[in-house]
C-alpha cells in the first residue's frame, strides 16, 4: 500500500498550490483520509481530514477558507487545493489515510494508519 503526495513547491505569498494524494495498493474508498503537515522543528499537525463519503470536512483553525479538501473516489485520489498561500503555511505536507473504516472526520493522528512519503511546500514572503 502507498499514498504518493505531490504538488508541493516554492511560491510567493498569496498564491496557490493543489497537492494530490495517490493510493495505490488497495482502495481508501470507504476510509477516512487527511491531511498533516511538519515544519522543521516542529511537530507533525493537522490541517484537514475529510470522510469517507466526502460529504464531511474538518480543518484546522488557521486554513479555514483559504484550503479545500477534496477527494476523487473513482481515482482513490484526495486532493488539497491551498489558496492564499502564506509563510506560515511552509511546512512538509503528509498526506494519511485510516486502514478500516470509520464514519466521520478526525484531526488525531492515531487514527490514521498509512503515511504518504511527504511533499515540500515553501511560501516566500
Known amino acids: 500500500v502507498q499514498l504518493q503526495a505531490s504538488g508541493g513547491g516554492l511560491v510567493q505569498a498569496g498564491d496557490s498550490l493543489r497537492l494530490s494524494c495517490v493510493a495505490s495498493g488497495r482502495t481508501f474508498n470507504t476510509n477516512l483520509m487527511g491531511w498533516f503537515r511538519q515544519a522543521p522543528g516542529k511537530e507533525r499537525e493537522f490541517v484537514s481530514s475529510?470522510?469517507?463519503?466526502?460529504?464531511?470536512?474538518l480543518y484546522t483553525d488557521s486554513v479555514k477558507g483559504r484550503f479545500t479538501i477534496s477527494r476523487d473516489r473513482a481515482k482513490n485520489t484526495l486532493y488539497l487545493q491551498m489558496n492564499s498561500l502564506n509563510p506560515e503555511d511552509t511546512a512538509v505536507y503528509f498526506c494519511?489515510?485510516?486502514?478500516?473504516?470509520?464514519?466521520?472526520?478526525?484531526?488525531?493522528?492515531?487514527?490514521?494508519?498509512?503515511w504518504g512519503q511527504g511533499t515540500q511546500v515553501t511560501v516566500s514572503s
Open positions: 494519511a489515510a485510516r486502514g478500516t473504516y470509520y464514519s466521520g472526520t478526525s484531526d488525531d493522528k492515531a487514527h490514521y494508519d498509512y
Open positions: 475529510i470522510n469517507w463519503s466526502g460529504a464531511s470536512t
